[in-house]
């Protein structure tokens, strides 16, 4: 406010005495009259120091420096009225600057100052009393004392003082003390609403403008508002927003509003009043855009909340909201998507959206420049398309999926982590799932798998085991090296993280190469770990474990020991024995690649491809070319020679080339072919099993007694394989002389090839058996027949015999 109202001559032409030349002194003198026991010239030194005072701040320090300070505090106590508003005038004055006021703290002046804030002090010491305390107040440890003296009672009197600058300045203080929680509550109780509604009216935009930032802070409170709005303050902040002429106090009267509707009793009765309707009105009107940004914020506050949502829902909100996502300005659209995205917790405003052509509107918001209002966009589509199946299609119709893809290469996480959310939404659609893949969805989620924002993660990895679910959106994930981050994910502690990621984790090892590259980068180590967590979840970390090992038969028998009749053993199946607790299971690719070493050998079962399985079929009919018998004559055990020559035109001479990818048997190739051609025919499944069993010991050696099996050289045997190929890896059709383990192995390999059930399952010391589920009845005859038994194939000892599981014969089997 430039200059102060009228101010009436407080003295009288009797009071007047001549004027004391201090001006002509200096200021020095000035100060050093402030001592004077004479009340007039006390007057006039404090009109000469105020009047120098006013001229600017290195006069403010000069009188500091020259002891100005420590007498006016005095003064400003004065039993005359005169000295005491000189005083006051010159004290306020200097008081402004920042020197003064630290200086202030070492005298307890505001009990002084505070006392003469009373109504039967005159104007002018209000004026200056006040500007006092508003320059003081502006200091934390000030504003605490100003509260703790009792200074809001008198300030809140003042407010409806005629004095405009009283009004002001005891304003500006109460607006500073408002900043503390205790003060707006006090307030509130000393009754300073009405008169802060009161000053909305005045002629001063700076006292309006304080006005509504105090009821902005105030307001906060559930009982202020309470107040406000049984004064007719909802009302009143409408009447400002309706008058153009008061456009500069719209932006701090939404603040207000925003306050009074952040409450769903505070909507319900706002609403009941028209105030809504009042709202939906002016958000339309045409306005700064600024204002109209602040006003669609007010809509997002009450949307809330469940029923203020119900409510604006009423007011049709949906069709405003359409309408401004149209406008020029890059901050209302903002605004708008912000409240789009608030109101789509309402289901009934989803289709209303959708229906009103609002979907498309907000798609288009994803090509702009603006970072914040891409961001607010597709937080608008996340929520639209959330278990929405209509407004996901209508996204994907709109050419959602294309840019959504390119979103997750932003640098925003929350415009990335709001795409991803949109795209699994999205993805559920299996024609819009392969869409969204064929725009490089795949390679574009790699990237957000690397990232550090909880958010990004949570949704990427949600959208990853959705997209998953495709077998070349795994081999593309795979191939753009997006499973080792996947992996590294499961390291993380954050519950909804890992639990994501376990179901990313379960979805890609759906395929035997994705679950053999996640086991590569150790994911089956770190699921291992969180199993045996206490506070780690277990859940799909025990499922996303068992996939990988489903899928990972290799590894699954190196850890469990154990494969079921259902788990299928196909060509690249090896045996690398049993896994320890901690130790990372090499795929076969790294074992091969490693020197010859004094361990036991990896046993591999690896079919040949069609081309070799045509040259074993004609090796088949050429004696001179194969160890196989006649069709329908038992197979008898291999020569070495014969042996020699399968290894011969198999592997290479080379010692240095390790041909982990190239590793076709064709001596076991012979045996599957023999198999299929004297086991299938075979009508008894009991005598399938048996004669399986006699050909798979003839294959490793035949039959040994259990007294002499320690004169059977099957170590030796594998000993010079590994040095013979050169290599650890050794098939398992080239072994001829082979113990549980390998016979085990090869019944389980042939069995499954040949579709006959086993299971496959490791013991102690070498031992392995295979199980087998037969009927002791006619399984044909339901009523006479009984319940199925499980027995082992012996494979060793008596090739052939089925030994009832725990019985004595079936424990010495597997046992020493």
């Excluded at 979907?359 to 929520?383: C, D, G, M, Y």
């Excluded at 009749?565 to 074992?591: K, M, N, P, V």
């Amino acid at each position: 406010m430039g200059k102060r109202t009228k101010k009436e001559s407080e003295t009288s032409g009797k009071e007047m005495v001549e004027p004391l030349s201090v001006q002509s002194k200096t200021p020095a003198t000035a100060v050093l009259l402030l001592n004077s026991p004479e009340e007039d010239i006390l007057v006039k030194a404090c009109e000469a120091i105020h009047t120098f005072a006013e001229t600017g701040d290195e006069n403010k320090v000069s009188l500091l420096g020259l002891g100005a300070l420590e007498p006016l505090c005095q003064l400003i106590a004065h039993n005359n009225k005169l000295v005491r508003r000189n005083a006051f005038m010159a004290l306020g004055t200097m008081v402004t600057n920042g020197d003064v006021k630290s200086a202030l703290k070492k005298r307890d002046i505001l009990p002084s100052i505070i006392e003469k804030l009373s109504l039967e002090e005159e104007t002018v010491v209000h004026e200056f009393a006040t500007l006092c305390l508003a320059s003081l107040s502006m200091d934390f440890g000030y504003k605490v004392q100003i509260f703790e003296n009792q200074a809001l009672p008198p300030l809140i009197q003042l407010l409806s003082s005629s004095d405009p600058d009283v009004e002001k300045n005891s304003l500006e203080t109460i607006f500073n003390l408002v900043q503390d929680y205790p003060s707006r509550l006090a307030v509130h109780e000393l009754g300073g609403i009405p008169p802060l509604l009161g000053l909305l009216k005045s002629e001063f935009p700076v006292i309006q403008h304080l006005a509504l930032k105090t009821l902005q802070n105030i307001t906060t409170n559930k009982d202020t508002r309470n107040t406000f709005r049984e004064e007719q303050g909802f009302e009143k902040l409408i009447e400002i927003l309706n008058n153009t002429d008061f456009s500069d106090l719209h932006a701090e009267a939404l603040l207000v509003v925003v306050n009074c509707l952040s409450d769903s009793e505070s909507v319900h009765l706002i609403h009941k009043g028209g105030g809504l309707t009042k709202l939906m009105e002016f958000v339309l009107t045409p306005s700064m855009p600024e204002i109209q940004s602040g006003t669609v914020k007010c809509i997002t506050m009450v949307a809330h909340s469940c029923e203020s949502r119900k409510l604006l829902h009423e007011q049709d909100v949906e069709k405003v909201l359409v309408e401004l996502l149209s406008v020029a300005d890059v901050g209302v659209k903002t605004s708008t998507c912000q409240a789009v995205a608030a109101m789509s917790f309402h289901l009934a405003s989803k289709d209303s959206f959708r229906e009103l052509g609002g979907i498309p509107a907000v798609v288009e918001l994803l090509s702009n420049e603006s970072l914040e209002l891409r961001e607010a966009a597709t937080h608008a589509l996340s929520n639209l398309t959330h278990s929405n199946r209509l407004n996901a299609f209508a996204v994907y119709e709109a050419g959602g999926a294309d840019i959504l893809v390119q979103q997750l290469y932003g640098s925003c996480p929350k415009t990335v982590a709001n795409s991803a959310a949109t795209l699994h939404n999205m993805a559920g659609q299996e024609s819009i799932r392969c869409s969204i893949l064929s725009h490089g969805a795949m390679q574009a989620l790699v990237e957000p798998l690397k990232s550090t924002d909880t958010q990004v993660l949570i949704n990427t990895t949600l959208c990853l085991a959705t997209l998953a679910c495709d077998g070349e959106a795994r081999a593309e994930l795979q191939k753009d090296g997006g499973l080792e981050p996947l992996v590294n994910l499961l390291h993380s502690h954050h519950k909804e993280v890992l639990h994501n990621a376990c179901l990313a984790v379960n979805v890609c090892a759906s395929d035997e190469p994705t679950a053999v590259e996640m086991c590569k980068f150790g994911a089956l180590e770190i699921l291992q770990e969180i199993s045996q967590s206490v506070n780690r979840g277990k859940g799909f970390s025990t499922l996303a474990m068992n996939s990988l090992l489903n899928s990972n038969l290799s590894v699954k028998y190196s850890v469990t020991d154990h494969l079921a009749s259902t788990d299928i053993i196909t060509s690249g199946f090896y045996d690398a024995g049993r896994a320890h607790s901690g130790q990372r299971i090499l795929a076969l690719e790294e074992l091969c690649k490693q020197p010859v070493n004094q361990h036991r050998p990896i046993i591999v079962v690896s079919t040949v491809s069609e081309e070799i399985t045509n040259g074993a079929e004609e090796r088949q009919s050429n004696p001179s070319q194969t160890d196989t018998s006649s069709k329908g004559e038992r197979r008898t055990p291999r020569k070495k020679k014969e042996e020699d020559k399968h290894k011969d035109e198999v592997w290479p001479d080379s010692p240095t080339e390790k041909p982990w990818n190239k590793m076709d048997d064709v001596s076991l190739q012979l045996l599957v072919k023999e198999a299929k051609e004297s086991i299938l025919p075979l009508n008894d499944e009991q005598e399938q099993y048996a004669a399986l069993a006699r050909m798979v010991s003839d294959a490793m050696g035949g039959p040994v007694e259990m007294e002499k099996l320690h004169e059977f050289q099957w170590v030796l045997h594998l000993s010079e394989l590994k040095i013979q190929l050169q290599s650890n890896v050794v098939p398992i059709g080239l072994i001829t002389e082979g113990i549980y383990g390998h016979r085990a192995l090869l019944f389980k390999s042939l069995a499954d090839y040949i579709g006959l059930s086993c299971s496959l399952v490791r013991g102690e010391y070498n031992r392995a058996w295979n199980e087998v589920l037969l009927f002791s009845g006619d399984p044909s005859n339901y009523q006479h027949s009984s319940q199925p038994c499980r027995y082992i194939v012996d494979l060793m000892h008596q090739p052939g015999s089925l030994l009832a599981v725990n019985t004595a014969a079936a424990v010495q089997y597997y046992t020493i």
